[in-house]
């Protein structure tokens, strides 16, 4: 039997996770793709490490040594790319600067398929990627860069392609759920549900991409690219984080019968395309609000088939290991005929905020008696519906109430805002916080 | 540009979305394929009538009358298997007799690919198509086989290759699903649901396939094929409709928070397969106790991955249609590269009943006094580990009441039953109700 053979640039928790697989499934993976997967080479700046923290064979290292110097590793990584029997390398190095675009490119002007789950890499990066996976015929396998175990990258490439994705959205960043999750089951405080969510391994020491929305940004640029052919650049997508969610914040969802979480949401009509992340209210009614924890989910609204949705695992050693494995599988079983151009359109991205969507808006003002007519009325002046007011809250100091609106922009709502600014100075003691509300 | 041309036999519900997606989709196909994907006939034998259905020219009809004889439609078949320059063949017939199988084999032999909705002739009738399939490299697609828009065939060919699935759990019927989800949200008796899901269209006239299990059998028997690699004889799986769910168990199940779902179920252990379809109480921790409607949605328990859900609808025109037209993408794509041997393994088919699983029981009982400690005890001789003893219901004539318990087999709790049968003759006054318990 042939074999198929593949090398691994990078052996920390995903790539660490890839080698555990091909070792331990070796003859299930031969039967499924025909060809047996051989693991010839690791290159890890640590081998010794390495090896012993996932249980690898040392032989499989380049070097074999404690540490290798930058220049070693250099070397190790040319004699890769420059062996002509391996067929596929796995980029699992992480960083997107212009040295790992360098080694991305290289592998595959050097005739190898890539399979990597960088994400960053491929947000800021893409038109160098793809362009030298057509140039060269070999193909980019990248299902581990979005969303880990969950199969959306060739959900959309190879499964939902009898259909038209009209909008998506999904929980794309586990150490956010997981943080909202633990606020709202267990009345946390932000800081002390980032802080287990750290202890726990989901978010990293410093958590700034998980939570200010980067790392969901990233892979929401990659399927604007997939799902409506938009190159999007990563700095003009609209991104807000969690860090502004307070307990407050996730009682007022509570008592409207909905959960706050953190979502990646793309909408297509005609051929403007409104994207975000942020912060949303989720109706119970939506799937989306059940996912609990560092698991991640993605809904897909088609012409043809409605809903889809697709929830899984988005981080993890093994889990993302296993996405990376499949996209080997694929490759060797698929090679060349695996090249696709991405979809290019004619389409434009558009502000969210000029997209018609329910909010809801919370308001804290001084205790002034006429204020919800003050604040009802600038609203309805921008002719906006008013679905609910509610959720009174009363001090002797101040009242916090919340408005819930039919679909409009929050273009209007800031309209509204600046008219309650300017004709009642003083009356909103805070920035209203505007956060849209995600229907059934 | 060359093209990939596709013929239609049977242009019913299913055919018809398939016809109308290939139509609609043109430009976009032939983009995402790389090939233009060429509707060039229909076969069916009421041309004129399924024309006006579904809005298509019945210039692409064979015939294009109002009815075909049958000997017409016999010719028409021939013609378009001797095509050679036609692709693909959609069948769309159904049926899983004779004729259908005849015609599903001279698809292949004659050098075509096949594409299938067509789940009773894949269950009873797969290896003499997968064997024709083989024999002559062209594939069968038959994404719309199973839970119509969800891409679970392709979930587990293409994309979960990467990992081992252990277990498998879904709602592989929406008939079923729509009626348990109007008897729970709505108080329904099983006739009333039954009459609204007739009259919504989601049941046949006919439904017993639907509601006696029958029809997620099919699917199952297919899903442990490609999962397990177990060739399993339709007769041999045990299978459990909804008839006899009444409004009293589906007010138990809330009780103790959880729903009513048909369950198809199949878990590996060594080379052991327990597999069922059978109605289950699924905890609200689970995220198939929140399917609601005609819904379908599969769950896999992975090695690597852990859950992966996957969510969608199970059947309609457009949705199954766009199922077939993926797979006639992924053909027109990957070619011979596409036909794929189905797995084979050691794995032998065990009964559900011997698999230790969390059930629950309700005793319907004279009202005696000690029949809790009687029924209690005979339990426990059994060695079973009793949950909860629990929602006791009296009335003057008898007592209703339910035991939950810890993993252990259905053999073990027909054995606690036969003992207080035996030693309380008359004591239970129905069959107890036995239904497993689909946690986490």
């Known amino acids: 039997m042939a074999s198929f053979r593949v090398a691994i640039l990078g052996c920390g928790t995903v790539g660490g996770g890839v080698a555990k697989i091909l070792l331990e499934q070796r003859e299930a993976l031969a039967a499924r793709a025909g060809i047996e997967i051989e693991l010839v080479r690791i290159l890890d700046l640590f081998p010794a490490a390495s090896s012993k923290r996932h249980g690898l064979p040392i032989e499989l290292y380049c070097g074999g040594s404690n540490e290798l110097s930058r220049e070693e590793a250099g070397q190790f990584t040319e004699e890769i790319l420059k062996d002509d029997s391996i067929d596929l390398v796995v980029e699992t190095i992480g960083g997107s600067g212009q040295a790992i675009l360098d080694i991305a490119l290289s592998v595959l002007d050097h005739g190898k ?11 800021k990066h893409g038109p160098a990627i793809f362009g030298a996976s057509n140039r060269n015929s070999r193909a980019v396998g990248f299902e581990a860069a979005v969303c880990g175990a969950i199969p959306i990258i060739k959900g959309i490439r190879e499964c939902f392609t009898g259909d038209e994705i009209l909008a998506l959205s999904g929980i794309l960043n586990g150490t956010s759920n997981y943080i909202l999750s633990k606020m709202e089951a267990e009345g946390q405080s932000f800081d002390a ?3 287990q969510a750290q202890d726990q391994g989901y978010a990293e020491a410093d958590p700034a991409l998980d939570i200010n929305g980067g790392d969901p940004g990233h892979k929401l640029t990659i399927l604007l690219k997939l799902v409506f052919g938009l190159d999007v650049d990563f700095e003009d997508l609209p991104i807000e984080g969690i860090e502004s969610i307070t307990s407050a914040d996730i009682n007022f969802a509570q008592e409207m019968g909905c959960s706050v979480k953190l979502i990646g949401y793309a909408k297509k009509e005609g051929d403007d395309v409104f994207a975000t992340v942020r912060p949303m209210l989720v109706k119970r009614a939506n799937l989306l609000s059940d996912i609990q924890g560092a698991t991640n989910a993605v809904r897909l609204d088609n012409r043809y ?8 695992e988005g981080a993890g050693s093994l889990e993302t290991g296993s996405a990376i494995v499949s996209d080997i599988l694929f490759l060797a079983k698929y090679g060349e005929k695996a090249v696709q151009e991405l979809p ?14 329910r909010y809801n ?3 804290t003002t001084a205790d002034v008696p006429g204020i919800t007519g003050i604040v009802a009325t600038a609203i309805g002046n921008q002719k906006i519906n008013i679905d609910t007011v509610s959720h009174n809250r009363h001090d002797p100091e101040n009242a916090v109430f919340s408005i819930a609106t039919m679909p409009c922009t929050y273009v209007q709502i800031q309209a509204a805002i600046e008219e309650i600014q300017g004709s009642h100075p003083g009356s909103l003691l805070e920035e209203p916080k505007i956060i849209p509300i995600l229907g059934e």
Chains 1, 2 share one sequence.
Do not use: P
């Open 305 to 312: 088939s409605q809903e889809n949705v697709l929830i899984g």
């Open 193 to 195: 549900a980032l802080k």
């Open 361 to 363: 808006i919370v308001f």
């Open 344 to 357: 290019s359109s004619d389409c434009r991205l558009r502000s969210f905020n000029e997209l018609a969507f």
């Open 113 to 123: 398929h890539l399979a990597t789950a960088n994400k960053a890499l491929l947000a």
